[in-house]
């Protein structure tokens, strides 16, 4: 399996010389790109679903999104 155009593409832009602001900046572009995406998505579902600020809370407010931490030595 080879690679698409935009893996193609990328590949060309980050083989050209740039300092590390250059790569930091190109990094958020693309975060930023895919974070819209998911965003429009998650929007999307929510819609559909007819979820809301208040069903959210009501089914996560006994959920505890703390990691466990390893046992100490």
């Given at each position: 399996?080879g690679?698409?155009p935009?893996?193609?593409?990328?590949?060309?832009?980050?083989?050209?010389?740039m300092?590390?602001?250059?790569?930091?900046?190109?990094?958020?572009?693309?975060?930023n790109?895919?974070?819209q995406?998911?965003d429009?998505e998650?929007?999307?579902?929510w819609q559909?679903?007819?979820?809301?600020?208040?069903?959210f809370?009501q089914?996560?407010e006994?959920l505890h999104?703390?990691r466990?931490?390893?046992p100490?030595?």
């Amino acid at each position: 399996m080879g690679l698409n155009p935009i893996q193609r593409h990328l590949l060309e832009l980050f083989s050209k010389s740039m300092t590390d602001k250059e790569l930091l900046e190109i990094k958020e572009l693309l975060v930023n790109y895919y974070q819209q995406k998911v965003d429009t998505e998650v929007d999307a579902i929510w819609q559909k679903k007819g979820y809301t600020k208040d069903s959210f809370n009501q089914a996560t407010e006994n959920l505890h999104l703390r990691r466990k931490q390893p046992p100490t030595q």
